[in-house]
């Protein structure tokens, strides 16, 4: 969500290039920006509180505030006071665990285990098989989806973190010089001709890609494709 001053009751929407439903994260760290520049890092309250405080205080450049791990823009109502704005977030699914999410019922199944009951097609065979493995299909089946996600886990991590710096790019850099290179760079993981290619952007933009991309380098390269 990116703030003008003087509308702070009609928030302005950016594009994003990625379609996805806003997702809770695990993410305890938050960055506001006032134009290109940093203006507060940290826990959701306090990076809030610092942008009211710049908002109320006249702030004259677009405030924009974005989750520090998946790169995507906070939805923050900043209007009233500042201990409104506060009361406010203790409802906001980023200060809340999964399931303490307003309006989020639990399903069915074990609360204590989040056993969630769902249908699945199998032929007679699968049936069969899953029949006769140690603990039932039921048990069978989750240690098949475990397996497969920690198979997966480098790819999934390595596409986040590209993804997470691609979409924070897309939001605060898309104007700046050799975009298009430098998105080609990062999915391509040419990460040294990416930090060329931003070198001469805005130091608060350089400084946020590199905390994204600090992540991405730590995994083994994946084949990663570039959104169309």
Known sequence: MVFYPGNNRHPI????IFEEPQMTTAATSFVAFAGTNIVARGALSDVVRRS???????????LALFDDVTGRP????????????????????????????????????RPK?????????LL???WGWLAEQRGGASAALRRLVDAARKGDAGQEQCRAAIDA???FMWDMAGNQPGFEEASRSLFAQDFDTFAELISKWPEGIREQLQRFVIRARSIEPQEIEMPG
């Open 13 to 16: 929407r950016t594009r994003h």
């Open 52 to 62: 009211k405080e710049r908002l109320d205080g006249g702030e004259g450049e677009r």
């Open 74 to 109: 906070l939805d923050i109502d900043f209007s009233g006071s500042a201990a409104e704005v506060q009361a406010r977030l203790t409802t906001h699914p980023l200060a809340l665990p999964p399931e303490s999410e307003p309006g989020k019922r639990r399903g069915p199944g």
């Open 113 to 121: 285990l989040g056993v969630v009951c769902r249908e699945v097609s």
């Open 124 to 126: 007679p065979r699968h």
């Open 165 to 167: 710096t691609h979409r």
